[in-house]
């Protein structure tokens, strides 16, 4: 089955009619028709089935259909591949991170390469994880920065810092030194939050036997951040995104606190542009620190 039979056959398959099928490749019904009949010849069996003017998936088509389907996907993000790279223009690095990163880490990390970098241009975005790595598979985006990068058979990662967990609180707790111990926060209103880095911090309280006090649960480090500094609650955050989000008031160190690694990701390509590499030595020269 070649590529246009293939296309013609996953149009059909997912849209049920020649009619639509051609109206999806912006094609004539008749093309449609005869690309699905010279398959069908070629194949020796039928694909589909006439029933109340719909078109059926015979047994075979189905079989055929669940390793189309995946061949389909990687086609169109084959074309999209290449068409970002046609598109994409000298001296420009696309660059994604996630959320609290791009709050000051990587805007920082922008304007110092800048400051050294006559004529690049940045184009930065946020995504969740898994938006960035298929954005970074698909050729959109030149390389991504978030924290506990698992590396694939697409992609490489190289790690820029390692940093701690710490507590974010308003001054009402009366927490009892800058630097706490979880037993500190034992009964205290805690803000649970949900994200890349809870499998971790939840493996570090039940390691210590610790069970927050979680009064409310939110998938936003903003949120939580905001909890803590109004007082409804107290939270653990990475301190990149605690020395963001709050002021140094607001942060209390934690005893024993396990770390978490910020990684680029990376897709395995044979070649960079000149800029891409120029970029990625400066990050590995620099020695990141946090504000503390």
Same mark, same amino acid.
């Given at each position: 089955?070649?590529?246009?039979?293939?296309?013609?056959?996953?149009?059909?398959?997912?849209?049920?009619?020649?009619?639509?099928?051609?109206?999806? $490749?912006?094609? /004539?019904?008749?093309?449609? /028709?005869?690309?699905?009949?010279?398959?069908?010849?070629?194949?020796?069996?039928?694909?589909?089935?006439?029933?109340?003017?719909?078109?059926?998936?015979?047994?075979? &088509?189905?079989?055929?259909?669940?390793?189309?389907?995946?061949?389909?996907?990687?086609?169109?993000?084959?074309?999209?591949?290449?068409?970002?790279?046609?598109?994409?223009?000298?001296?420009?690095?696309?660059?994604?991170?996630?959320?609290?990163?791009?709050?000051?880490?990587?805007?920082?990390?922008?304007?110092?390469?800048?400051?050294?970098?006559?004529?690049?241009?940045?184009?930065?975005?946020?995504?969740?994880?898994?938006?960035? #790595?298929?954005?970074? +598979?698909?050729?959109?985006?030149?390389?991504?920065?978030?924290?506990?990068?698992?590396?694939?058979?697409?992609?490489?990662?190289?790690?820029?810092?390692?940093?701690?967990?710490?507590?974010?609180? /308003?001054?009402?707790?009366?927490?009892? +030194?800058?630097?706490? =111990? $979880?037993?500190?926060?034992?009964?205290?209103?805690?803000?649970?939050?949900?994200?890349?880095?809870?499998?971790?911090?939840?493996?570090?309280?039940?390691?210590? =036997?610790?069970?927050?006090?979680?009064?409310?649960?939110?998938?936003?480090?903003?949120?939580?951040?905001?909890? &803590?500094?109004?007082?409804?609650?107290?939270?653990?955050?990475?301190?990149?995104? &605690?020395?963001?989000?709050? +002021?140094?008031?607001?942060?209390? #160190?934690?005893?024993? /606190?396990?770390?978490?690694?910020?990684?680029?990701?990376?897709?395995?390509? &044979?070649?960079?542009?000149?800029?891409?590499?120029?970029?990625?030595?400066?990050?590995?020269?620099?020695?990141?620190?946090?504000?503390?």
């Amino acid at each position: 089955m070649k590529s246009r039979q293939l296309e013609v056959f996953h149009a059909v398959y997912t849209k049920g009619t020649i009619t639509e099928a051609a109206k999806h $490749l912006n094609v /004539s019904q008749p093309s449609v /028709s005869k690309v699905l009949a010279h398959t069908e010849s070629q194949l020796g069996f039928l694909l589909f089935s006439r029933f109340k003017g719909r078109l059926v998936p015979t047994s075979e &088509a189905k079989i055929i259909y669940s390793k189309a389907d995946k061949i389909h996907k990687d086609l169109n993000q084959l074309s999209l591949l290449t068409k970002n790279l046609s598109e994409n223009p000298s001296g420009l690095i696309r660059l994604a991170c996630t959320p609290t990163l791009g709050l000051d880490f990587v805007p920082t990390m922008v304007f110092s390469f800048s400051e050294i970098s006559e004529g690049v241009k940045f184009e930065t975005h946020t995504f969740h994880y898994d938006e960035m #790595l298929s954005h970074i +598979n698909e050729g959109s985006i030149d390389m991504g920065i978030a924290f506990e990068a698992v590396p694939g058979n697409d992609l490489d990662i190289k790690k820029i810092i390692t940093c701690k967990f710490v507590v974010v609180a /308003s001054e009402k707790f009366s927490l009892p +030194n800058r630097t706490l =111990k $979880l037993e500190d926060l034992k009964n205290v209103p805690f803000a649970n939050i949900k994200g890349p880095l809870s499998k971790k911090l939840s493996s570090f309280f039940r390691k210590n =036997k610790f069970s927050p006090n979680i009064v409310t649960s939110t998938d936003s480090y903003f949120m939580a951040s905001s909890y &803590a500094k109004k007082g409804l609650a107290v939270s653990v955050l990475d301190e990149i995104s &605690a020395n963001s989000l709050c +002021n140094k008031k607001n942060i209390w #160190l934690l005893e024993e /606190s396990p770390s978490t690694d910020i990684y680029i990701i990376l897709p395995k390509k &044979a070649s960079r542009s000149v800029i891409e590499e120029k970029f990625l030595s400066y990050i590995a020269e620099q020695e990141y620190k946090i504000n503390s």
